[in-house]
């Protein structure tokens, strides 16, 4: 029912920057949290950020000091500001929204993932 679509991913060269964001859409929902995974090839997915509706955020160490997650004001929209970037950040970034969404005239918990978009910080 809620569908949520990246953008903003791309090509990009070491110490550059890229702002990704992704917009929930799609039924009626409340926004509990958002949050931005990333998944390189042979690793596991792993959480890079994630905010709460109330505005708290959360980093993985490996991005502290160089990215910035952040939701507009209704909620239904999430970005990263990726600064400094290291060829280590290379991978495909989903986007994750933890919702409450109106469906059989009642109020569901949904978990959902975008379709990724990729990220490629390279020379």
């Known amino acids: 029912q809620v569908q949520l679509v990246e953008s903003g991913g791309g090509l990009v060269q070491p110490g550059g920057s890229l702002r990704l964001s992704c917009e929930a859409s799609?039924?009626?929902?409340?926004?509990?949290?958002m949050a931005w995974y990333r998944q390189a090839p042979g690793k596991q997915r792993e959480l890079v950020a994630d905010i709460t509706s109330g505005g708290s955020t959360n980093y993985a160490d490996s991005v502290q000091g160089r990215f910035t997650i952040s939701m507009n004001n209704n909620k239904n929209t999430v970005y990263l500001q990726m600064n400094s970037l290291k060829p280590e950040d290379t991978a495909v970034y989903y986007c994750?929204?933890?919702?409450?969404?109106?469906?059989?005239?009642?109020?569901?918990?949904?978990?959902?993932w975008g379709q990724g978009t990729q990220v490629t910080v390279s020379s």
């Open positions: 994750n929204a933890d919702l409450r969404v109106f469906q059989l005239s009642d109020w569901l918990e949904y978990r959902s």
């Open positions: 799609g039924g009626i929902f409340i926004t509990n949290a």
